[in-house]
């Protein structure tokens, strides 16, 4: 036996056993089990508390056409409460008649059960999805020592799968609590601070404010982190629901009613996409260092951060390197203002303005100085002098 658990030890185990193989070890049906449960499990373990649960991607729910109670779970992934992966790979469809609007009840004879004054067709039904395996691949066995006749059938495989039931609001199923820590900083100063003054404005006072935090900082920062609620033995993930529009006679949709997601890395980059796809064209019309300048695609930040940081750094370079006045405008330097405006006059140009050099404006007065080969006769320029009232060169006007 392992001399390595003396009785000093302050030591403890969980309930994670993993198969330790030796040579001349009798194997059995149970190690293997074992074996696989150890591995479903601590992958289960890190789905719930690294990832959480709620949909990943995908398994979205239309309506087949939109006068048909038969709505269409799409292909996609989630995850449940207990690590669980439920994987839909094909369309798969739910007949709202034959599981909600038809009731099991007997009918009269050449009623139809379905008929449009079901009183189930009003109400609003959400559709949920649960992880679901069963036992498949019956294969003989063959007892120990028996005959070729002494055989029966076990099943050599377990099927992953899911089911689908639809929920009334009576019947909606509870579903477990992500991670918090309570109430939040925010909700207690809204609902210790917030003061509502006769005259209808509203004002947060600086001492409560203050005292809210110091009491949320305390608590917060003598606090763990929480792990997830335990998961419901039987436990589905809310979809979206549906609802039948009397009005319009066809049945509405809403995915978003009830449905969570696990905040993935593609499903960051999925949002991040959808909001700034397309950016770079604004860029280039508002920020006037990126006019002339190959804005690379905004979605190379979130698809190679590497190159985008590269990107950026070179742009800052080029700028610094520009933060020059350009030659042509350097005739007007140490002239007078009178003189310069003259020059310029000869030159036809109209000085509308002068303005003053500093540290704030310097980099943008240099970059506008950069355009001066770009002015035809008859534009309007500024004299930009120091703060000796010195012209030290022109730039068009703004």
């Known amino acids: 036996m392992s001399k390595d658990r003396p009785k000093d030890r302050q030591c403890d185990y969980n309930n994670f056993k993993r198969t330790r193989y030796f040579h001349g070890m009798l194997l059995t049906d149970r190690d293997f089990r074992e074996e696989q449960i150890y591995h479903n499990e601590k992958r289960k373990l890190l789905n719930r508390m690294l990832h959480g649960w709620g949909v990943v991607c995908g398994l979205g729910i239309k309506a087949a056409d939109p006068k048909s109670p038969k709505i269409v779970v799409t292909p996609g992934m989630a995850l449940d409460c207990a690590g669980n992966e439920i994987v839909v790979c094909e369309e798969y469809e739910i007949d709202l008649k034959k599981q909600l609007l038809c009731p099991d009840t007997t009918t009269a004879r050449n009623e139809d059960p379905c008929a449009e004054k079901d009183r189930g067709r009003k109400g609003k039904y959400y559709i949920g999805i649960k992880y679901n395996e069963v036992p498949t691949d019956p294969v003989p066995v063959y007892a120990p020592g028996g005959g070729c006749e002494e055989k029966v059938c076990d099943y050599s495989r377990t099927n992953e799968g899911f089911c689908v039931k639809l929920f009334d609001e009576a019947g909606y199923p509870s579903q477990p609590a992500q991670c918090s820590s309570g109430k939040s900083l925010a909700d207690q100063i809204y609902t210790g601070c917030r003061d509502e003054k006769e005259n209808g404005e509203i004002d947060y006072p600086g001492k409560c404010v203050e005292e809210k935090a110091?009491?949320?900082?305390?608590?917060?920062?003598?606090?763990?982190?929480?792990?997830?609620?335990?998961?419901?033995?039987?436990?589905?993930?809310?979809?979206?629901?549906?609802?039948?529009?009397?009005?319009?006679?066809?049945?509405?949709?809403?995915?978003?009613?009830?449905?969570?997601?696990?905040?993935?890395?593609?499903?960051?980059?999925?949002?991040?996409?959808?909001?700034?796809?397309?950016?770079?064209?604004?860029?280039?019309?508002?920020?006037?260092?990126?006019?002339?300048?190959?804005?690379p695609d905004v979605n190379l930040i979130v698809n190679n951060p590497a190159a985008a940081i590269c990107w950026i750094t070179e742009q800052l370079i080029r700028i610094e390197g520009k933060a020059e006045e350009h030659e042509d405008s350097k005739e007007v330097k140490d002239m007078t203002v009178e003189s310069a405006k003259e020059t310029l006059k000869a030159r036809g140009f109209e000085t509308v303005n002068t303005v003053t050099i500093t540290e704030a404006n310097k980099r943008e007065l240099y970059r506008l100085s950069s355009k001066v080969r770009e002015l035809e006769e008859s534009d309007a320029v500024e004299i930009v002098v120091d703060k000796k009232n010195k012209p030290q060169f022109y730039i068009p006007a703004r």
């Open 214 to 295: 110091k009491a949320f900082r305390e608590d917060f920062c003598g606090s763990t982190a929480c792990c997830p609620d335990c998961c419901p033995t039987e436990h589905y993930l809310i979809l979206g629901s549906v609802q039948y529009n009397e009005n319009d006679k066809k049945y509405e949709v809403n995915l978003n009613e009830g449905r969570q997601y696990v905040i993935s890395v593609p499903y960051v980059k999925y949002l991040f996409s959808s909001f700034f796809s397309g950016a770079e064209n604004i860029l280039k019309d508002v920020v006037d260092e990126f006019k002339y300048v190959d804005v």
